[in-house]
């Protein structure tokens, strides 16, 4: 009787880690708009929490972000992980000289984080003056996107996928997703370069 009741928590046990990694596609594609995808979204740019009082908490609309523009943008976990942290944004930070090169206006860093831990965190990395951040405090960005992770099984809650995007305009012309938030494979700052 224990080993019937071992095999079937162990069955559960599996079954429970394959749902948390098991992938599912983004509905946003090369050609969305993201502007019209996420209709009413703004982002909270990283910033302290004294800006956001004398900002009066203010929020920038997408078609600031991106109407008119050439940006890449990537999404990520959150602030403070490992991944995030050691290889995600150094990808980014390490190329800006390139991007600009190629004519890109913009890089973007948006993770489901409030815009003051993403601010201390980019000051942390020496990100802020190479790379935009991006709070999307309540995940409304990444749900209109379907880009969302439930990953509670690391006590974050629902997060980003990790992800990569070149915008032309507001519309998708690259879009790199990567399998599971732990891999690197797809949507670092160099594999997207060559993608421009």
């Not at 749902?19 to 946003?28: D, E, G, I, L, M």
């Amino acid at each position: 009787m224990a080993s019937a009741i071992m095999r079937r928590t162990s069955s559960a046990v599996v079954g429970a880690l394959s749902a948390v990694t098991a992938r599912t596609y983004a509905s946003v594609a090369v050609g969305t708009d993201l502007v019209s995808a996420a209709p009413d979204v703004s982002l909270q740019k990283a910033r302290s929490w004294d800006e956001g009082v004398s900002s009066k908490f203010s929020t920038t609309p997408l078609e600031d972000i991106f109407k008119g523009r050439k940006v890449v943008i990537f999404g990520l976990p959150g602030a403070y992980t490992g991944v995030c942290s050691q290889q995600h944004v150094p990808s980014y930070k390490d190329n800006i000289d390139k991007f600009k090169a190629k004519g890109i206006e913009s890089v973007i860093c948006v993770a489901v984080n409030d815009p003051y831990v993403l601010n201390g965190w980019a000051e942390k990395l020496q990100a802020k003056d190479a790379i935009e951040f991006y709070g999307d405090f309540d995940g409304k960005f990444h749900k209109c996107l379907d880009l969302t992770k439930d990953l509670s099984g690391a006590l974050l809650g629902l997060r980003s996928e990790r992800w990569s995007a070149y915008v032309e305009d507001g519309k998708v012309k690259v879009l790199n997703v990567e399998e599971a938030p732990s891999d690197f494979k797809v949507s670092g700052g160099e594999v997207i370069l060559g993608q421009i």
